[in-house]
T-cell receptor
Framework: NAGVMQNPRHLVRRRGQEARLRCSPMKGHSHVYWYRQLPEEGLKFMVYLQKENIIDESGMPKERFSAEFPKEGPSILRIQQVVRGDSAAYFC?????????????FGEGSRLTVL | AQKITQTQPGMFVQEKEAVTLDCTYDTSDQSYGLFWYKQPSSGEMIFLIY??????QNATEGRYSLNFQKARKSANLVISASQLGDSAMYFC????????????FGTGTRLLVSP
């Protein structure tokens, strides 16, 4: 039973380019969360999505960042016109979404480096 | 809003000794879940243990136990018989219904286990 799959694992972009990070949740999970981890810091919540719906985007920067979780296919975190400060590890997590108990299952992260 | 405070940036312990990692939380919700995750140097997030706010018994998972003191809003992780492989970052997190079931993480504690 495959876990949460994230790709790419490592991504290098120049300033001004676009970064697209993909996340396939665990089988049977319909809830996806994106987190950002800056070097030597904890994980900061960005956005929570269910299929075709954004439930909570309170942690998303207002500009350049967007996320989607279409009916078919993986969840995508998109960063437009990247800047050096976007360099971080981006983690995706999924859950079946039953109640407020239950762990989130994390992917191995996508590490974005902006040159 | 929910908040997790981890006041120990780093902890040292000798192999085979027990260690306690501190975690305090703040929430106005009556129903919530508390989690501990381990992040080794390879970067993945590994779920360790969960405690529900209505659970009367402290959670235990192998060498991990959670010292849950609800009145003090504290959820300390106890690792017994430390092993070299326990060296990692440890994150405490809280999940609540009003928080849309997202995990809110603390800043983490780096544990170093010495031979």
């Amino acid at each position: 039973n495959a876990g949460v799959m994230q790709n790419p694992r490592h991504l290098v972009r120049r300033r001004g380019q676009e970064a697209r990070l993909r996340c396939s949740p665990m089988k049977g999970h319909s809830h996806v969360y994106w987190y950002r981890q800056l070097p030597e810091e904890g994980l900061k919540f960005m956005v929570y999505l269910q299929k075709e719906n954004i439930i909570d985007e309170s942690g998303m920067p207002k500009e350049r960042f967007s996320a989607e979780f279409p009916k078919e296919g993986p969840s995508i975190l998109r960063i437009q016109q990247v800047v050096r400060g976007d360099s971080a590890a981006y983690f995706c997590a999924s859950s079946p979404g039953q109640g407020d108990t239950g762990e989130l299952f994390f992917g191995e992260g996508s590490r974005l480096t902006v040159l | 809003a929910q908040k997790i405070t981890q006041t120990q940036p780093g902890m040292f312990v000798q192999e085979k000794e027990a260690v306690t990692l501190d975690c305090t939380y703040d929430t106005s919700d009556q129903s919530y879940g508390l989690f501990w995750y381990k992040q080794p140097s390879s970067g993945e997030m590994i779920f360790l243990i969960y405690q529900g706010s209505y659970d009367e018994q402290n959670a235990t998972e192998g060498r991990y136990s959670l010292n849950f003191q609800k009145a003090r809003k504290s959820a300390n992780l106890v690792i017994s018989a430390s092993q070299l492989g326990d060296s990692a970052m440890y994150f405490c997190a809280i999940k609540t219904r009003t928080g849309f079931q997202k995990l809110v993480f603390g800043t983490g504690t780096r544990l170093l286990v010495s031979p």
